[in-house]
């Protein structure tokens, strides 16, 4: 069966939802986007990540075409019409469709569109047994709170950690340790956490913030401080979040054998709290 999408306020079969070639999210990778977990049907954190979706769209000046509810409303019907069970949804809001001038267009309507795609399992236990990272400089910009489908450093960093037979890039600006190209880092020393604090230099994951809240609960000290990439590297434990992988444990980086060299004990403890979060009512909006 044809998977439906949703384009501009319609619901229509993935061959016909067509954008044209002078939307401004293809001339210039002009808008924002989020990524939403769907676990057995249901969308995981719906409200988190509208919340942040309408961050970026004020960030960067673009006023969403539709309220949250509408959002999340359509987004259901999305899920119920492909029948989706394990599955993430892709929602982008792009400037419009506009002569290619780079100022703002009057009069143009955002485009806004969502398609759900089936989650591999098989990937998911793949990353739960441990990942390989490199370390990369990151050459961003400083607005990395925004969600922003602009995204060329972040890829060419992912393919580099590809080519060197690694599953993600670690970003090192002026020596602190930021993020993953498409996940948050955390260091485990101890019985305390360190993460980047949220701020201009990284994406305020919405993974990042319930795993927070989850290492409080176990009782474990979070520290949301810089830290640098060797201390990354001296770290008992580390581990990715993110809405697609979970919690990754980072087994080695640049090559070099991080802690034992496979999941840790407390990484293993927050992914357990984890998973009961995606069963229980209150994980799930
Ligand atoms: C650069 C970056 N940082 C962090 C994250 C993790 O964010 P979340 O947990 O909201 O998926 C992502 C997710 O794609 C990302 O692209």
Redesign the pocket.
Known sequence: MEQIVFLNGRFVPERQAVISVEDRGNTFGDGVYE?VRIYEGRPFQLE??LA?LERSAAAIRLPLPMTPEEISSAARELIERNGCADASLYLQVSRGVAPRQHQFPDGAQPTVFMIARPVDPKAITTYRQGVGCISVEDRRWTM?HV?AIT?LP?VLAKQAAKDAGAFEAIFVREGVVT??????VFAVSGKRLYTHPEGPF?????????VIDLARRLGLEVCEAPFTLSDLKEADEVFL????IEIAPVVRIDGQRVGKGGPGTRTVDLQQAFDKLKEGPSGVD
């Open positions: 990524v988190a990540h942040r990395c969600k995204l972040n993020e993953g190209s498409s996940s948050n990284i994406l305020s994951g919405v993974t990042r913030r319930l979040t993110s809405t697609v």
